[in-house]
Structures are given as C-alpha cells and as structure tokens.
C-alpha cells in the first residue's frame, strides 16, 4: 500500500519498487500536499480511514512471485530503416525510457558486440540501481551502451564505474532522487584512457570528435540511472534544475604524463599500485572555472591559489553533515601548467597544496554564527574538535580531503573546482577488468578509428 502526497506518487512507487514490488501492484492513496503542512486539514484522512485500516491490515500485492524479470524484446517497424529508427526513438520517449538525446537501436548483433567488451557473463548482477531499485546485470549495461552509441572497448569502465556508483559509500539513491541537481564525475587512470580515447587534455570534460569515450559512456550511465533507477525529473528525481551536465554526466582521464614531479595521480593517492587502470566516482553539484594560474613567482603563484579558495568559498555549503564532513569538498583540476607553476614556484607537494587549501578556505566566525541553526544543531557537532567556537571552521575535517587532480589543456590560465554534493560519504574507486581479447579490441578501434596518436 502507497500512502502519499500528490505529485509524489510515482517517488513513493520508486521506492516500494526497491524492495521488492511490483509498483503497480500497490493501493495508492493520494493526498493534498497542504494537508503536510502545520495546522493543515485532516479531513482527508478521516474520510480515508477505512481505506488506510485496509491497508495496513488487510491488502496484499497482486504480484506474489519473486525473482528477477527479463522484459521481452521489441520489434519497431517502419517503411524504411529510417522510420524504423525514428519509430524506436518516439517509442522511448512516449515511454520516459529515452534521455531527449537520439538513441542508437540496440539490436540483438549490436549488443552482442558490445559484450564481447567484457569477459563476463551477461547475466551477472552489477548491482541495484536506485530508488526504483531496478538489477542491473552486465546485459543491461551493454543495451545501455549500445544505445549511446558506444563501442566494446567501453565495456570494462562503464562497468566499473556502476559499481562505484551503487557502492554504499556514494549513496546513489540521494543523488538520484533528491532535489540538489547533482551528478557522478569519474576520473580515470591508466593505461586504458588512451587506449579507449578518452580524454584528459583541452575540453577534457566536453565534447571533442576525437575523444569519443566519454560522451558515449556517460550517456549510457544516465540511462542506466534513468531506466533502470526511475531518476525521471519530477516523478522520480526532484532536481530543481537538472543541469546540461545530466545528460552525459563528467568523465575525464587524469593528465598522467603532465602531473609534476613529487606529484602522484589520483589512483595512487587513493592506494592503488601506479599504472593501475582505475576509475573513481564522486557525486559534485556545480561546476566554476576559475580564471588565473600561469604562475612564475611565489607572489604569482600564492595568488592564483589564493583565487581558487575564493572560489571554493563563495558559495556555502552545509559541508558539516555528520556523513559528509569527512569527505572530500570537492575535486580541483588543474592544467598540467599551472600544477608545475605551482610546484616550480612554491615547492609544493600536492599535500603541501592541500595543507594551505584547508587552513585557508576556513569559513569566518560570523558566518558560522550566522547560521549555526543549519551547522551546529541540525547535525550536532558541538563535540568536534576541529569546529571551534568564535574560530573560522574548515570545510572539511582535514587537508587530505581536498582532492586534486591534473587534466586539461597544456597552457596554463585557469583550474576547474567541482563542488560536493551531499549525499556522497567518500569517493569510490574501483580497478577495471580488462577482457582477453583486449589487445584484439584496440586494433579494431584503431581499423574503425585511426591510429590514437592521429586522434
């Protein structure tokens, strides 16, 4: 039985989905939002109750079996391919399976092309992709790739980047469903990035013909969220904006060749052995391109560092949560220019950055005092030592937490801060499983591409 307010209907039918029913299988009764309110009309609940005694005492799903179902495949038709592929795509959005982006037929040989990307068995169960709570096995994977228009070489992150996405650590099911219009960034390392085209250079995390990898693979992530996780805006996700970055969330690769000496990727800093093929998920709600960061004195350098904390400041942010204060604030990315400008000027370890980061985007007294309601009693704080009474309060519990990361173009003169967004307790890295047929899959990327040094 579903007991809900109106316009939250199919949230509450998300979540009846995730543990275990059908949600058609549920009485629905629906209730005026204003009836929630303070002070608010209980009429309707009085001439409900019988109804809702019913419910909670009586009804049972008309769906009684258990276990996982395989819809059935379709056939679209059409006088030619061409209508036959327009006839798919109307199909899909009719249906809210589609994103608004054109979509590519999966059929069954496209698919089973895609498949050959990975040595395991289509049947195996990636995870539950939340709130509506649908299993996601590798074949769905490859049906959602396929429909992006992605290639078999793919296969091996896209997966990888799923299960970070439904480990428990990256709370998904608040990203998917909460009114915050945040996403997941996956950052790469390793060998793999080049060798699937994707890229860590100029526009790193926009479009670009020559590094195809990204799109394709963020864009069959967000169907995955979608279909398989009911995130649709205003049924089953309440983002206030949504944001152009939904449509194919961010994946990038770190600049490895340009990260500076002293300096290690992300992966290894993250505790995975150097050359590892990793990819790391972090849910961010905003995005600012911070202007400065060519560097060639202390002076210079203090104040393009200086600028990035303005920016990682300026916007305020309840990053005291009692699950969020030991995570990350947010990721900087920063050109393989200015990240040496930092290094040649400064001296500076990454952790040294990190160090002057966390002492000097400390948040001032009277703002905290300003809105302490939020800070200090909503999440109980008042024991931790780090938080100080009428002393600036660090955004986070401790330097490490500042997440740094090398990408871009070459030429210095700006960094890229991506914010946090609540519901995520950590990053989440995992090491992607390469097929044996690997090396085969390259060459024929490379026959269908162009050599990658071309691209």
């Known amino acids: 039985m579903i007991v809900t307010r109106s316009t939250f209907t199919q949230i509450v039918g998300n979540a009846f989905a995730s543990v275990g029913f ?39 799903p008309k769906t009684k079996e258990t276990g996982v179902s395989t819809a059935e495949k379709l056939t679209v038709e059409g006088k030619d391919y061409q209508e036959a592929v327009d006839n798919f795509n109307h199909l899909f959005l009719r249906n809210m399976w589609g994103t608004g982006l054109p979509l590519v037929p999966p059929t069954e040989e496209r698919v089973n092309w895609i498949l050959t990307g990975t040595d395991l068995p ?155 093929n990793v990819a790391t998920v972090y849910v961010v709600a905003g995005t600012t391109n911070m202007c400065g960061g060519a560097p060639g004195t202390e002076e210079e350098a203090l104040a393009d560092v200086n600028n990035y904390i303005t920016f990682m400041t300026t916007v305020r942010c309840n990053y005291w949560g009692v699950d969020t204060y030991n995570a990350s604030p947010g990721i900087l990315v920063l050109g393989r220019e200015t990240a040496r400008g930092i290094v040649d000027s400064l001296g500076w370890s990454k952790k040294e950055l990190q160090t002057y980061l966390w002492e000097n985007s400390k948040l001032p007294w009277s703002l905290i005092e300003w809105a302490q309601t939020d800070f200090r009693t909503q999440n109980d704080l008042d024991d931790n030592p780090v938080l100080v009474e009428n002393e600036p309060w660090p955004i986070t519990s401790k330097p490490e937490n500042f997440t740094i990361v090398v990408a871009g173009g070459e030429q210095s003169g700006h960094g890229y801060w991506m914010r946090t967004a609540w519901p995520s307790k950590a990053l989440v890295s995992r090491e992607l499983q390469l097929p044996a047929n690997w090396d085969e899959l390259i060459e024929q990327a490379e026959a269908a591409l162009g050599p990658i040094a071309a691209a």
């Open 22 to 60: 059908p949600s058609e299988a549920a009485t629905i009764l629906e209730f005026p939002t204003e009836m929630f309110t303070e002070g608010s009309d209980l009429t309707p609940v009085n001439e409900n109750i019988d109804n809702i005694i019913y419910g909670l005492t009586k009804w049972e």
């Open 122 to 276: 289509r049947d195996e169960v990636i995870g539950k992709i939340l709130p509506r709570g649908g299993i996601a096995p590798v074949e769905s994977l490859a049906v959602a790739l396929a429909m992006a228009g992605g290639r078999p070489e793919y296969m091996p992150l896209l997966i990888a980047a799923v299960e970070a996405i439904v480990d428990p650590l990256t709370q998904h099911q608040g990203m998917q469903a909460t009114t915050n219009s945040c996403y997941p960034a996956v950052m790469v390392n390793g060998p793999i990035a080049k060798q699937i085209r994707l890229n860590s250079g100029y526009g790193c995390m926009g479009p670009d013909p020559k590094y195809p990898a990204g799109a394709s693979i963020g864009h069959a992530i967000r169907l995955i969220l979608l279909d398989m996780g009911g995130s649709i805006p205003g049924v089953g996700s309440m983002a206030i904006h949504g944001g152009p970055a939904r449509y194919t969330n961010v994946i990038f690769a770190e600049d490895e060749d340009g990260i500076p000496p002293g300096w290690e990727p992300l992966s290894v800093d993250l505790g995975f052995p150097k050359g590892s």
